[in-house]
């Protein structure tokens, strides 16, 4: 792979090449200075465009294939939800250098939430529930299915296969006996609702310590509510992640299930970017840890 590239055969899009294609498809803001945005998401790379604007270019064809559906949902679930989430201003198609389509949205301010700098637990708990549970609300009439919105079991061979190839970096033993017991609980029995999927630090901004807007939504779609309780671990502080299932009023299975789910995507995490970036791994580990923890507080 080349610099700074995540995964095997991902373009490159150097600020000369956003220039032509800004310049080509949108020339009225080809006189805008782009400049590269370094986050710690894996789907797209993103340039600052002017002040107000984000030019947003997927890595992988997977990537590119949630566009549409972005520019599609957002705009009809963003006046319902309580905080601000991208606003497609621009629909890029694919040129040179760019084989798939890209998007310019409407730049938004703050801070991504850095696991073990929360400066307001107990806020951000309750500001994470308030917004989720607004999503899950929503009418779900012609939504897609999520990225993530097949069931808990789906998972369980690329679960084990993680497990595996971490042996060694993880406890095998424990994080095997925590997936387990994730599998044991019952399907969710309510039909799906719309879920962001993936609440993970980088995709959550914070103004003063407070939840101020949502990104990212590439996994956006139709599935079980438990997953979005990944944010408990992902995101909460252990102390105020009891303040968080109180807020989300969900049952012991929804939350079991959405500790399996929040293990399962940070195995697969930590076995795809140990060795490609850095943020990821971390924060993988951190989750696989802290569920680990939660267990042992269980089982005494």
Not at 81 to 93: D, F, H, I, N, Q
Not at 202 to 231: E, K, M, Q, W, Y
């Amino acid at each position: 792979m080349c610099a700074g590239t995540l995964h095997p055969g991902e373009p490159e899009f150097p600020a000369p090449l956003v220039h032509r294609l800004i310049a080509g498809q949108f020339p009225q803001w080809a006189g805008l200075p782009v400049t590269r945005v370094h986050s710690a998401g894996t789907s797209n790379v993103m340039y600052r465009l002017g002040r107000d604007m984000v030019v947003r270019l997927p890595r992988t064809a997977a990537a590119a294939g949630d566009v549409h559906k972005e520019h599609t949902w957002l705009p009809q679930l963003a006046q319902s939800l309580p905080v601000a989430v991208p606003v497609p201003l621009g629909l890029g198609t694919p040129d040179e250098g760019c084989p798939w389509p890209w998007s310019v949205y409407r730049w938004l301010d703050g801070e991504i939430a850095t696991p073990g700098d929360i400066a307001e637990p107990a806020l951000l708990a309750k500001d994470l529930a308030e917004f989720l549970t607004a999503l899950h609300r929503l009418d779900p009439a012609d939504g897609p299915p999520s990225y993530r919105g097949e069931p808990l079991a789906a998972r369980d061979g690329a679960t084990r296969e993680a497990i595996a190839a971490l042996r060694g970096v993880i406890d095998a033993r424990r994080t095997t006996a925590a997936w387990d017991a994730a599998l044991h609980v019952p399907a969710p029995a309510g039909p799906p609702v719309w879920i962001h999927a993936d609440p993970q630090p980088a995709n959550l901004l914070l103004t003063h310590g407070r939840l101020s807007a949502v990104i990212d939504f590439g996994c956006l779609g139709l599935g079980d509510p438990a997953v979005d309780l990944i944010a408990a671990w992902y995101v909460v502080p252990a102390g105020a992640r009891a303040l968080f299932r109180a807020a989300m009023d969900v049952d012991d299975d929804a939350w079991v299930r959405g500790r399996g789910w929040a293990l399962s995507i940070a195995l697969l995490e930590l076995r795809s970017y140990r060795d490609t970036s850095p943020w990821m791994a971390t924060v993988a580990r951190r989750v696989i840890d802290e569920v680990l923890l939660d267990l042992s507080r269980e089982n005494g």
